[in-house]
């Protein structure tokens, strides 16, 4: 035991001995140091992302919980018996980014998919053997086959729109430089940002008094919206989209101090009457200010000299825009317009188009 002790304490704390110390001058004790609070950090930040898999990933409790609703006939649809019977539908690499809501990548009859399964949604009293699945919208991944409230959607191979992310866990250690000049390396050549950004605001002008209603992106992140192999813009995640009509509803009578307490999701912010101490139904930020935020960096970092200038001073028009779009239309769709023909311009009759 004590051979033991004198191993780890050697290993620990004594790395070199005095004898290989001396005949190498160039390592000193500082470096020594670093490199062990090297080696702690990068072990901290493992044991916490894989501390926190097993939280965040629980694709066996939706499959668990969407099979025995199906066995039980209170569920149904084309994705079901692959799913619990022939077990080819197949939940593979873990992409959750909260318990609640599970997405993995998955295999389904040798294709590549998405899985998505809302597990709150899973267990509601109402779901119905011949409830449908939710309509496509344009720009969005492709709706492949449902079971209940579990969605397989098309595999998009660009999740972000620079092409690449920082994963989670490394977010926080990496300072605000580190992230631009990863997502610079990373990201499409100009001319295919343009395109991948026209598309995105194709997405708020359908959204917005669209085919079914009106929708409020209340999540402006670069995780939400990506591209695939064409450089066609797609909307990765529709958690973080809401409809006008639940928007309303949870501000309707809403008790507030001041506008942060009247906040949908992490940015559908409306404004707090502070005599009557309720929330308002207007929306202090619109959904092109928030995309035109996004679309700022991703457009002016390699733009053409000639453009540059002109880009910049829309984008800055359109990110000051304030207030529901229903009551100034008309300059809304002129700046969204303007920065589309802006771009348009540039691309339209090169490969890139």
């Not at 390592?27 to 609070?37: E, T």
């Not at 430089?177 to 990373?186: E, M, S, T, V």
């Not at 942060?260 to 009457?273: E, F, H, N, V």
Request: glycine share 8%; aromatic share 10%.
């Amino acid at each position: 035991m004590r051979r033991i002790r004198r191993l780890v304490h050697l290993v620990l704390f004594c790395p070199f001995s005095k004898g290989l110390q001396g005949r190498l001058p160039g390592i000193k004790v500082k470096y020594l140091l670093v490199v062990w609070l090297g080696i702690f950090v990068g072990s901290w930040v493992a044991y916490m992302h894989y501390s926190s898999y097993s939280e965040l990933c629980r694709g066996h409790v939706c499959r668990m919980i969407i099979c025995d609703q199906y066995k039980k006939g209170i569920i149904s649809g084309s994705t079901c018996k692959d799913l619990c019977e022939e077990r080819s539908l197949l939940f593979q690499h873990c992409l959750s980014s909260s318990p609640s809501q599970q997405v993995y990548r998955g295999l389904w009859r040798d294709r590549e998919v998405i899985i998505k399964c809302g597990i709150g949604e899973a267990l509601r009293a109402d779901s119905r053997p011949d409830s449908v699945p939710r309509r496509d919208v344009e720009h969005t991944a492709k709706l492949l086959g449902h079971c209940g409230d579990l969605y397989v959607t098309e595999k998009i191979p660009h999740t972000s729109l620079y092409g690449v992310d920082v994963p989670p866990f490394l977010q926080s250690l990496l300072p605000s430089i580190g992230h631009q000049l990863i997502h610079q390396w990373f990201a499409p050549a100009w001319p295919r940002r343009a395109k991948i950004a026209i598309g995105l605001l194709e997405f708020v002008e359908e959204i917005f008094h669209g085919t079914y209603g009106s929708f409020y992106i209340c999540e402006s992140s670069l995780r939400n919206v990506g591209y695939n192999d064409k450089y066609d813009f797609k909307m990765v995640n529709l958690h973080k989209v809401a409809t006008e009509m639940t928007i309303r509803g949870f501000l309707k009578g809403r008790h507030c101090e001041q506008n942060g307490d009247c906040t949908y999701g992490r940015d559908c912010t409306a404004t707090c009457d502070k005599l009557l101490k309720q929330c308002k139904s207007d929306m202090v930020q619109p959904n092109l200010a928030k995309v035109c935020g996004l679309l700022q960096d991703y457009l002016l970092y390699g733009a053409p000299l000639e453009l540059k200038e002109e880009l910049q001073k829309q984008l800055r028009t359109c990110m000051t825009l304030s207030g529901l779009a229903s009551q100034m239309e008309v300059h809304h769709s002129l700046v969204l317009n303007n920065l589309k023909t802006l771009l348009w311009k540039k691309i339209s009759n090169t490969k890139y188009s």
